[in-house]
């Protein structure tokens, strides 16, 4: 079966400092890959997706970047992080295409920047 | 543009009867799929049930059901006989087939469900 895996489970940065968050997939390949973001009581945004290696795909202007340096390990990465980059962090795979393709969730990172 | 629109922020249900929370959409795709989500306290997104505008049917999946009315555009989800662990906030979604927002899951703002011992 699938799994997907999410570090760190938390994290506590300080403005200005460098941000990696990893994302992997077992069980599938080829996976569809996704990065979104939570912000406190609200609904996800997309931020990135990714359709194979080195394929990226930015939704939102921001100061963070995605990179696909394997087929199921996804990296969300900033150079210096914002206040208002605070938020739930998920990943998300699938494995179709068109409107039936379900996104399944990692387990998240939950970021805070003071 | 897409939306969701999910107008209860919060509900209460006594365990083990039924609660249906809303979900209206706003789309101009004639091809889209319709998801609900859970998402208790731990923060994990959890897949419940899936619909496709143009399947006839509504879906089901356990307890959980979809009142699909294309029309009216809403994708009600109904859970019957509600348990405790049943508490938790709900997430409508819905995919369009592409675009330039292939993949792209539009999410409701949600709602918190908590049931009653």
């Known amino acids: 079966s699938q799994t997907i895996h999410q570090w760190p489970a938390t994290l506590v940065q300080p403005v200005g400092s460098p941000l990696s968050l990893e994302c992997t997939v077992e069980?599938?390949?080829?996976?569809?890959l996704y990065w979104y973001r939570q912000a406190a009581g609200r609904g996800l945004q997309l931020l990135f997706y990714s359709v194979g290696i080195g394929q990226i795909s930015s939704e939102v202007p921001q100061n963070l970047s995605a990179s696909r340096p394997q087929d199921r390990q996804f990296i969300l990465s900033s150079k210096k992080l914002l206040l208002s980059d605070s938020g739930f962090y998920l990943c998300?795979?699938?494995?179709?295409?068109?409107?039936?393709?379900?996104?399944?969730f990692g387990p998240g990172t939950r970021l805070t920047v003071l | 543009a897409q939306k969701i629109t999910q107008t209860q922020p919060g509900m209460f249900v006594q365990e083990k009867e039924a609660v249906t929370l809303d979900c209206t959409y706003d789309?101009?795709?004639?091809?889209?799929?319709l998801f609900w989500y859970k998402q208790p306290s731990s923060g994990e997104m959890i897949f419940l049930i899936y619909q496709g505008s143009y399947d006839e049917q509504n879906a089901t999946e356990g307890r959980y059901s979809l009142n699909f009315q294309k029309a009216r555009k809403s994708a009600n989800l109904v859970i019957s006989a509600s348990q405790l662990g049943d508490s938790a906030m709900y997430f409508c979604?819905?995919?369009?087939?592409?675009?330039?927002?292939?993949?792209?899951?539009?999410f409701g703002q949600g709602t918190i469900l908590t049931v009653h011992p």
């Open positions: 789309t101009s795709d004639q091809s889209y799929g």
């Open positions: 998300a795979w699938s494995v179709l295409a068109g409107v039936a393709d379900t996104q399944y």
């Open positions: 069980g599938t390949s080829n996976p569809n």
């Open positions: 979604a819905m995919r369009r087939t592409g675009g330039t927002s292939y993949g792209k899951l539009t």
